[in-house]
C-alpha cells in the first residue's frame, strides 16, 4: 500500500542505472557508435556490479 515511500535497495537502484544506460546506447547508436559503445560499456560496468551483489 505504501510502496511509495519503501527506500531502494542499492541492487534495485543498479539496475534502473543499467535499463537507463541501455536505452542511452540504443538511442545514440543512429547517431554516434563511439558514444553508444561507451554507454554500452558503461551499462556493462554497472552489471558487473549488479552480479556482484547477487553473490
Given at each position: 500500500?505504501?510502496?511509495?515511500?519503501?527506500k531502494?535497495?542499492?541492487?534495485?537502484?543498479?539496475?534502473?542505472?543499467?535499463?537507463?544506460?541501455?536505452?542511452?546506447?540504443?538511442?545514440?547508436?543512429?547517431?554516434?557508435?563511439?558514444?553508444?559503445?561507451?554507454?554500452?560499456?558503461?551499462?556493462?560496468?554497472?552489471?558487473?556490479?549488479?552480479?556482484?551483489?547477487?553473490?
Open positions: 500500500m505504501f510502496g511509495f515511500l519503501k531502494k535497495s542499492e541492487k534495485e537502484k543498479l539496475q534502473d542505472r543499467y535499463k537507463k544506460l541501455l536505452k542511452e546506447a540504443h538511442a545514440l547508436s543512429t547517431i554516434d557508435r563511439k558514444q553508444s559503445d561507451q554507454k554500452t560499456w558503461e551499462a556493462d560496468q554497472v552489471l558487473k556490479q549488479i552480479e556482484s551483489l547477487s553473490q
